[in-house]
Nanobody, 124 residues
Framework: QVQLVESGGGQVQAGGSLRLSCAAS????????MGWFRQAPGKEREFVAG????????NSADSVKGRFTISRDDAKNTVYLQMNNLKSEDTAVYYC?????????????????WGQGTQVTVSS
């Protein structure tokens, strides 16, 4: 079992930055691919960024390319999402997820463990 807890959300003005953290416990996160997803009110959950279990590959949604960066620190059992140049359309609840020995897939179906989410609100 892996327990995931997100933090770092908040309210920021458009153009600003936030760094989300996802702390894992229960099992070492080093064997898990990690992903960030988000869900805005009235919309379906969507993929934001993912990183393979080895950290050797990452991928991200077109809507955040060049602005968001996913990274991992296995020594701290933590995954990060650095978000720069935030836009109002980035407003959502952000969730991290874990997939054992995964590739950081963009499909939510591959992730077996989810955090409770952290709210990000971007005001224009």
């Amino acid at each position: 079992q892996v327990q995931l807890v997100e933090s770092g959300g908040g309210q920021v003005q458009a153009g600003g930055s936030l760094r989300l953290s996802c702390a894992a416990s229960g099992r070492t996160v080093g064997r898990y691919a990690m992903g960030w997803f988000r869900q805005a009110p009235g919309k379906e959950r969507e993929f934001v960024a993912g990183i393979s279990w080895s950290g050797g590959s990452t991928n991200s949604a077109d809507s955040v390319k060049g602005r968001f960066t996913i990274s991992r620190d296995d020594a701290k059992n933590t995954v990060y999402l650095q978000m720069n140049n935030l836009k109002s359309e980035d407003t959502a609840v952000y969730y991290c997820a874990a997939d054992r020995y995964g590739s950081g897939s963009g499909s939510a179906l591959t992730y077996g463990y989810w955090g409770q989410g952290t709210q990000v609100t971007v005001s224009s």
